[in-house]
């Protein structure tokens, strides 16, 4: 009987490591169900564990855009237009491209076709981004080889990030959250104190990251920007905007979402101002939606998420399509040949 | 992996389990595989410095247990050459360049190596080398089981921080069947258990504020780094012997018994009873392997004294290859030959003095050298030292907690402290008061632990 537990035991123990240590496991589990969305109360929660910033993560539903022919969108953005959130449909494009700042790529630009540029980025890492030149599509005149990445056997058997993994595979149930929830009260409420990767507003009534609200770093809302940076990243912008352009694109516009801060919490320090400024230097290839959010702060951003609500991201939707509109219009009376010939 | 860890408590749990279905044969190859994959997780091409250094080691047993004469002695001397050599070499290496480079600028430049320091280098090289001394000595057989003296070298539980075990307390236990017992379990989870406490709940507690004040010693006030310091004091301490704790109970647990690696040290009433119950292993290994073959105290009075002080400075830079390391350890070396001058010349004058001032002199005395543990160098460590000295009642307490956390961490070390002083062994024997002191613990690890990934400092060495 001892050494049927035992025996047990062994073989639990070490299949609950062996899906710590695989990805692929994980993802498995969590096609069958067994594994829950450890984000699906929100990112900010899901690092606070706070119940009073509890709530569930909406899914938006909308109609598809109507259908743009001979329209290519080639993206490069952050988690707000990933490709969970933000599809090929809400824009009604031909061929739709989204690819994140981290990564590279090569492409071919269909000469038959208007090839757009989008770049967006949250306000946080604007400056970090729009500081040096925009180089994470590369033109060129053939699809290079996909090599899939080598992994060394090594990294196989001694895998990185495990604790990440077990922590999620052990205690993102319902019932463990339970406990984290009452841990996390329990340090807010005794000690003041929260994830460092979290703060929260001076009245109390929001979330946010703390790369918003950290001065110490220039990702903060209220992190001093001086008029010489301002420039430069206009300059950066507008340099990367004419390299696509004369690498074949038809049109770059950007898109600086602000942060949950600026919106929520402007008067919590002393706001920067990033997005106006910025925008009202890249004039009409913006998209903007900060005037938007400022008049209803409350109704654009998820409460436990870093993220914009079903609200906000449709209100930048229709922004964003709005301006492809006018892109695309500009270039039929440049060239009105477009329209039909192409 | 780092103790306080998902992972350690799988690997953990599914060792222990499987140690205990097997036989003989197959428990020693089980824990050995499992040490090394436990090493490797930190980074695996180092596994090859262990592999070198055992290999040397097994052989240099056997052929000087066989030699006779000089012989004898030149085996030990490569042996103890190579273990020294990899230290030197990994741990040292760079520290001599730097200071070569900048005290001899106008002789040969020296490069500096660019690579992470073995993890647990200065201790299982120690160990290897006690087993050598002691072949040598005869007080120890060679170890004919290549297998059985790897895993004396490697046994996970102590493999990266200690205790430094003697051959003859461990060797044998590789050679015995234990069966398994529910006293040794609860004995070495109530252990485990303790040392966790200590480590995730008081430790990384502290080190907050510690981290506060000395990373910012320049805005930090006298107060701040006063108590930043008396907070370290308890810092390192849990830190260390939590360690210890989980090392020994996780050991204990298979029912090996490891040497206890601490004794209540803040209640000692002298610098020469602190080291007998701090880092007991590591002193003791001092004591017998480098302050008794220069001498001992059978040298003059004076002899004696320099090697102490040169015992104790080696031991210094043994923690670190940094200034402050190798002051630290001399400062404990003056400490002691202070003391011991002071007992030659007035005899009966440490009589006069009340217990509790000794133990309280004997603990100011320690947390100041334990500015030079903690600073990340000298000019730092004398700034905040000055700053200490010269603190004003009108400075303001900066720190990062608010003051019921404050009061939390003192109530913490008041913990600590009764614990050392009235209940040195928890109690295991009646299951009901072990498993709800277990699970308050447990409890307290869970709600009150800081989960940062704090490496045990004890790691760097």
């Known amino acids: ?342 | 992996m780092l103790f306080n860890s998902l992972q350690f408590l799988l690997f953990f749990g599914v060792v222990t389990l499987a140690y205990f279905q097997l036989s003989w044969r197959g428990r020693w190859v089980l824990l050995l595989a499992a040490s090394c994959y436990f090493y490797m997780v930190f980074k695996p091409e180092y596994i090859l410095i262990l592999a070198v250094t055992i290999i040397v080691d097994y052989f240099a047993g056997i052929w000087i247990e066989q030699a006779s004469g000089p012989r004898r002695k030149a085996i030990l001397v490569v042996s103890l050459i190579s273990n020294v050599g990899f230290l030197a070499y990994f741990k040292y290496f760079n520290f001599f360049a730097q200071n070569l480079n900048k005290f001899l600028p106008h002789t040969q430049h020296f490069e500096l190596l660019d690579y992470i320091l073995p993890i647990g280098l200065s201790f299982h090289t120690f160990q290897a080398m006690s087993y050598t001394i002691e072949v040598y000595r005869g007080k120890q057989a060679a170890e004919r089981h290549f297998g059985i003296y790897s895993l004396y070298v490697m046994f996970y539980p102590q493999l990266v921080a200690g205790p430094i075990e003697r051959p003859q307390n461990l060797l044998p236990q590789f050679h015995t069947q234990f069966e398994y017992r529910w006293e040794n379990l609860k004995e070495g989870l109530m252990r485990m258990a303790w040392g966790f406490f200590k480590k995730v709940v008081i430790a990384d507690r502290l080190s907050v504020v510690v981290d506060a004040a000395y990373n910012h010693h320049d805005s930090s006030n006298g107060l701040s780094l006063l108590i930043a310091t008396f907070f370290f004091t308890f810092q390192i301490y849990c830190d260390f012997s939590g360690y210890s704790d989980i090392a020994i109970g996780a050991a204990r647990c298979m029912g090996f018994k490891l040497m206890d690696n601490f004794e209540a040290p803040y209640q000692s009433s002298s610098i020469s009873e602190f080291w007998r119950r701090w880092h007991i292993s590591l002193s003791t290994w001092f004591r017998d392997y480098l302050y008794i073959p220069l001498g001992g105290n059978r040298v003059g009075f004076w002899r004696a004294n320099f090697n102490l002080f040169l015992v104790f400075m080696v031991s210094g830079l043994w923690h670190g290859a940094k200034w402050t390391f190798v002051i630290w350890g001399s400062l404990h070396g003056i400490y002691l030959v202070g003391a011991r001058l002071r007992d030659y010349f007035f005899p009966k004058l440490n009589q006069r003095i009340p217990l509790m001032i000794q133990v309280g002199t004997t603990f100011v005395l320690v947390m100041l050298t334990w500015v030079f543990f903690r600073a990340d160098g000298t000019t730092q460590a004398l700034q905040i030292l000055r700053k200490i000295l010269a603190f004003s009642a009108s400075d303001a307490l900066l720190t990062p907690f608010n003051p019921t956390e404050m009061a939390f961490c003192v109530l913490l070390i008041g913990i600590l402290l009764a614990k050392d002083c009235w209940f040195p062994q928890l109690p295991t024997q009646r299951n009901a008061p072990f498993w709800a002191i277990l699970a308050v613990l447990l409890a307290a690890c869970y709600f009150f632990g800081l989960y940062n990934s704090n490496q045990f400092i004890y790691f760097q060495f």
């Open chain 1, 1 to 342: 009987m001892r050494q049927a537990l035992a025996y047990t035991l062994i073989v639990t123990l070490s299949l609950l490591w062996l899906a710590g240590c695989s990805s692929n496991v994980q993802r498995w589990l969590g096609t069958q169900g067994v594994l829950p969305d450890d984000y699906r109360y929100g990112d900010l929660y899901r690092l606070s564990n706070l119940s009073r910033f509890k709530a569930g993560r909406s899914t938006c539903f909308r109609q598809a855009h109507t259908l743009r022919p001979r329209v290519h969108l080639y993206v490069i953005g952050d988690s707000f237009l990933e490709e969970t959130r933000i599809k090929k449909e809400d824009f009604g494009v031909e061929k739709y491209t989204y690819l994140h700042w981290k990564d590279s790529t090569q492409i071919v630009l269909d000469s038959n076709a208007v090839n757009l540029l989008l770049i967006e980025t949250v306000e946080r890492h604007a400056r970090e981004h729009l500081a040096k030149a925009i180089r994470n599509y590369r033109v060129g005149n053939s699809q290079p080889e996909t090599k899939a990445a080598k992994k060394d056997w090594l990294d196989f058997v001694f895998p990185t990030n495990v604790e990440e993994k077990l922590e999620r595979l052990l205690f993102s149930n319902d019932i463990a959250l339970y406990f984290r929830e009452l841990k996390a009260e329990l340090a807010y409420r005794w000690f003041g104190r929260l994830n460092d990767q979290v703060a929260i507003s001076k009245d109390g009534l929001h979330l946010f990251t703390s790369m918003d609200t950290d001065t110490t770093t220039n990702r903060s809302s209220y992190s001093h920007l001086s008029d010489a940076e301002l420039r430069q990243l206009a300059i950066s912008a507008q340099e990367s905007k004419l390299f696509y352009q004369n690498a074949g694109f038809d049109g770059v516009i950007f898109s600086i979402i602000p942060n949950k801060a600026s919106i929520l919490a402007p008067f919590d320090g002393n706001y920067n101002h990033l997005v106006e400024k910025l925008e009202s230097r890249l004039s009409d290839s913006v998209i903007s939606v900060y005037g938007i959010f400022t008049q209803n702060p409350s109704d654009f951003y998820e409460k436990s998420d870093s993220h914009w609500n079903c609200l906000g991201e449709n209100t930048w939707l229709k922004q964003a399509n709005l301006l492809i509109d006018k892109q695309l219009s500009q270039k039929i009376q440049t060239y009105p040949s477009i329209q039909t010939a192409k």
